[in-house]
């Protein structure tokens, strides 16, 4: 299968990355001869030229590719790339060939709503759109309920991976092997899907390996109320969430505004603050601001006395989410000097992600790292969609499989199903008599049924095994 993508930035560079990691055929084009230069040393082909150009499609191999992904900045060019590669896609390709799978990347909403009603796939022929922004609020979201965690990675259906180190205080868990600490805890040791110690691979753990201090270790579980638990387990002192939090919202901008309509809905308080009157007052005559629990002050976030006279200190959270990441940092920093206990920031430099924690922020996420996933997930569609790659356990990644009649352990038991020690099994998602999609924890006894969506964790270079086992 070949994959083009269209703009050499970071997301599509991080995008090419995680494809090559599955050995996948990839093609990188793009017009900016530095972004050229500075992907020639990734193992995949490198065109130095415009997406929205005909025959610069034909050199990449449009009539043989499977997927065409456009990641460039600009809406508009990314529509266009998508529509054109159609096009040439059905020139070129074989009479048998399956339709091209086009993927855009988009910042506005409108584009966001066409995909929505039908109507992107027919004048652009785009078949998927990718706006990171609400991903990276959900995760930002329950990534701020503790700052022991170092990042959550929603999968939907109240499923979680959230990734943490094991700390000296773990006495129930450290030097035993993770059979051995099962039987000492009670309800179970916690699914661990994935851990890194200093200086070794990143593996899947099975039931033999013995656990140390300062592991890093992803963890599977369904509840943002089991977050708690896992914490104690692991050595870290787990602190109550408050069921109405209260919430400063720095920045009344687009992110800001769906950031506090988010926490809205979850039954906080917000607290919206603004030095832009104009912003303040669109936001306040919108719809979000109507609502009771809303209250938009017009003032500058980095004025001690109007933080001060709004009360801050007695705020449970405070998020910034200005356009200028440093100018987000000075914001988050100033609101937890003043007694904020929680903190989160939207950053777009990922560097900058590590530099916050060091520096006390409780939780920042990286945006463009979202759209990579989103775009793998969507890559991924021929099975049931989720995809993700761990962000402090390299090589470890999450996909999706829907359990079909084809695959032999359809029907199965778990412990009966043959599965190999190098993947496991986080979750099975399943619907219910309602039809509402559940998550499971996948027990030994648990049966696995036909249209059931697994949620795998393994190295990447396994992908194709899994899906022949999966029979995809």
């Not at 793009?30 to 230069?37: F, P, Q, Y």
């Not at 009479?95 to 584009?111: G, K, Q, T």
């Not at 790292?369 to 090589?395: C, E, F, W």
Request: some cysteine.
């Amino acid at each position: 299968m070949r994959i083009i993508i269209g703009g050499a930035g970071r997301v599509g560079t991080d995008l090419a990355k995680a494809l090559r990691a599955e050995d996948i055929d990839v093609v990188l084009m793009d017009s900016d001869s530095r972004a050229v230069k500075n992907a020639q040393n990734l193992d995949v082909l490198v065109i130095h030229g415009d997406l929205t150009k005909r025959e610069k499609l034909h050199e990449a191999g449009i009539g043989t590719s499977s997927v065409f992904v456009a990641a460039t900045n600009s809406d508009e060019r990314n529509l266009l790339a998508c529509a054109l590669a159609n096009h040439a896609h059905k020139e070129l390709a074989p009479e048998n060939a399956e339709p091209l799978l086009s993927i855009c990347r988009v910042h506005d909403m409108n584009f966001i709503e066409e995909q929505k009603n039908g109507y992107l796939s027919q004048w652009a022929k785009v078949n998927h759109v990718i706006n990171p922004l609400e991903g990276a609020i959900q995760r930002l979201h329950s990534g701020l309920r503790s700052s022991a965690i170092e990042e959550v990675i929603p999968f939907g259906h109240e499923a979680y991976i959230i990734e943490l180190d094991i700390t000296n205080q773990a006495t129930t868990v450290v030097f035993q092997t993770l059979r051995e600490a099962s039987n000492h805890i009670e309800g179970g040791m916690p699914l661990i899907v994935g851990l890194k110690r200093e200086g070794e691979k990143s593996i899947v753990p099975d039931g033999d390996f013995m656990l140390m201090p300062n592991d890093r270790i992803a963890v599977a579980t369904t509840g943002l109320t089991s977050f708690n638990r896992i914490l104690n387990i692991f050595g870290h002192e787990a602190t109550d969430f408050p069921v109405s939090p209260r919430v400063a919202v720095i920045g009344a901008n687009r992110i800001g505004r769906r950031i506090a309509d988010d926490w809205l809905k979850s039954g906080a308080e917000v607290t919206v603050i603004e030095r832009d009157l104009q912003l303040a007052n669109e936001l306040s005559g919108s719809r979000t601001g109507a609502h009771p629990n809303l209250e938009v002050i017009h003032g500058d976030h980095l004025d001690r006395d109007i933080l001060t006279e709004i009360g801050i200190p007695d705020h449970h959270i405070a998020i910034a989410a200005l356009p200028d990441d440093l100018a987000s940092i000075a914001a988050a920093l100033l609101a937890s000097d003043m007694g904020v206990d929680r903190t989160g920031l939207l950053l777009n430099d990922a560097d900058l992600v590590k530099v916050t924690q060091r520096m006390g922020i409780t939780f920042a996420v990286d945006r463009k790292r979202v759209a990579v996933d989103n775009m793998l997930a969507q890559i991924h569609t021929k099975t049931a969609g989720s995809y993700a790659l761990l962000t402090n356990i390299p090589n470890i990644i999450g996909v999706s499989m829907e359990v079909n009649e084809r695959a032999k352990f359809s029907g199965k038991r778990i412990v009966e199903a043959n599965l190999p020690d190098w993947l496991r099994i986080a979750f099975i998602q399943r619907r219910n008599t309602k039809g509402m999609w559940e998550s499971l924890r996948p027990s030994p006894d648990k049966t696995l049924l036909n249209g059931d969506r697994l949620i795998i964790f393994s190295s990447p270079d396994r992908i194709t095994d899994i899906e022949k086992r999966f029979k995809v």
